[in-house]
């Protein structure tokens, strides 16, 4: 019985797929531009080796990109002034539309306790005065996606989508470009509102590939609501593997909804011990990152804030 030595597999690398001709002899080889498995000669041997190709080609590609959509993400950038990472919650952060610095709501809170009354009201990263007016905060922010703030495009991108800040609610498609353009520099949070935009058509038409689109990217940039999203889909499918791969990324970025539904699973026998642990210790290290006692501070005193609103 015949085997294939290394030298054989080496010698493959030089030889057309198609018509088997070499490249010993100084002749270039290109490799398939989709999965790099194969080289050709030239494009007629290319489309005339395609019927053959497609499926490994295709199942390349399917694996090349669950490499990268199952990859743990890098976390939340830290907050400038403590130095901790950021809160996954938008409640618990404040983006500063005067520096483009995102600040964590336990250092700006703390800083209204301690300090002076001539400085309470001023940015704790860059001390300029706070905004007076909802008119201001818009010229501030707009100046900052002139500078091609990310952030500052994806919020603007909010007020007009929701008519916050005495903009007009109607301006859909101002708040798509926006989010369009955040998400092309890098920006999670747009991709997450892009999918929950094509998911819902709340503004403009639904469409389940640009959905799904978006929120892959959301979730292999860090967007742990994302990632949750994308495993309860799964689940829903009945891809169970791919359901819980998402849901203990999700889970060790801190998202408490995932934590949930992992230890669900593991009670149903759908998570291993040994990726339960894990992901419980990650999870924790998670949380821990993300905690003060400014922070536990502040949020106190908002949650008691808004049962008086309420």
Known sequence: MSTITTKDADDSKHHCAACGDSDYGGGSLKACSACDLVKYC???????????HKKACKDRLAKLFDDKLFKQPPPNEDCPICYLRLPIEGGQRMYQPCCGKMLCYGCVDANMVAAADT????????????SSSDEEVIERTKKRVEANDAVAMYNLGTYYHYGAMGLRQDQHAKALELYHKSAKLGNHHAHFNLSVCYQTGSIGEKDTRKEIYHKQLAAMAGNVKARCNLGMDEGNAG????????????????????????????????VTKDDYDKTTRAYGNSIDEMKSDDRDRSAAFRGKVQSWDG
């Open 42 to 52: 030239n494009r007629a041997c290319q489309v005339a080796h395609r019927p053959a």
């Open 119 to 130: 400085e309470k009201f001023k940015c704790v990263f860059c001390r300029t005065q706070a």
């Open 239 to 270: 891809n169970m593997d791919r359901a819980y791969k998402h849901l203990m990324i999700s889970a060790n970025g801190g998202c408490d909804l995932s934590i949930e539904a992992v230890q669900q699973g593991y009670k149903s026998g759908f």
